[in-house]
C-alpha cells in the first residue's frame, strides 16, 4: 500500500497493490496492521455502498458533528468520482481550504479523510458505486453540511457538461461563512 499525503496532509491518498494475471486481479483493500504500519490508526465501524446513476451527481458536502464525528475510507467500485475533502477544523491553517482526487475502479485509489473535514464527491461516470468505511455509526441528530457550490469554497467538482443533480438536502447547506464549526485543531490535528 503506498500513501500520499495532499496538500492538506490529514487527507492521505492510498493506492493499494494489484496483483494481475490472465483470471483478472486481487487487491487488498484494507488491512489493520499494513494502516496502522502507515501511522493511521482508525477503527472502522460500518461499510456502506451508494449508487449514483447519473455522471454529474454529486453527494456532499457532509459531516457529523461530535461526539458523532466520522473518518472515512472511500473508494469506487465502479465507475469514477472527483472525491474533495474540506478542512473544517476551527484554528487550522487551512481551515476552508480543501483537497480533491479522482478515484476510480480502474486506478482503485482510497482517499482517507479524517474526522473534522466535510466530505463529497462528483460522479464523472454513469452508474458509478462507491463504497466507504466510516468509524463511527451515523447519527440523524449530528448529521451537517455544507453548500456543494459555496463561492468562499471555489470547488471545482470537475462537471465538465454534466449538470449538478443533487438531493434537496445538499442543495440548503449553509455556506461556511455561516458554520459554527465543531472541530477544534487542536483537538482534530
Known amino acids: 500500500m503506498e500513501a500520499a499525503r495532499l496538500d492538506i496532509p490529514e487527507v492521505i491518498l492510498l493506492t493499494p497493490k494489484r496483483h494481475e494475471d490472465a ?3 486481487f487487491v487488498e483493500s484494507y488491512n489493520r496492521q499494513v494502516f496502522a504500519g502507515l501511522g493511521i490508526d482508525i ?3 460500518q461499510d456502506n455502498h451508494s449508487r449514483s446513476v447519473p455522471a454529474g451527481t454529486i453527494r456532499g458536502l457532509h459531516f457529523q458533528a461530535p461526539p458523532f464525528a466520522q473518518a472515512k475510507l472511500v473508494r469506487v467500485i465502479k465507475g469514477s468520482v472527483y472525491d474533495v475533502a474540506v478542512d ?3 484554528g487550522s491553517p487551512t481551515y476552508g481550504q480543501w483537497v480533491g482526487a479522482v478515484l ?3 486506478n482503485m485509489q482510497q482517499l482517507l479523510v479524517p474526522e473534522g473535514f466535510a466530505h463529497g464527491f462528483c460522479t464523472l461516470e454513469p452508474d458509478t458505486e462507491v463504497i466507504y468505511k466510516v468509524n463511527n455509526y451515523y447519527s440523524a441528530e449530528h448529521d451537517a453540511g455544507l453548500l456543494w457550490n459555496d ?3 471555489g470547488i471545482d467538482w470537475q462537471l465538465g457538461s454534466n449538470e449538478a443533480m ?8 449553509p455556506p461556511l461563512a455561516d458554520l459554527q464549526s465543531p472541530f ?6
Open 23 to 25: 483470471r483478472g486481479f
Open 43 to 45: 477503527d472502522f465501524v
Open 88 to 90: 473544517i477544523r476551527d
Open 104 to 106: 476510480s475502479a480502474d
Open 151 to 153: 463561492e468562499a469554497l
Open 166 to 173: 443533487l438531493s434537496d438536502k445538499d442543495r440548503v447547506q
Open 184 to 189: 477544534n485543531y487542536a483537538e482534530y490535528s
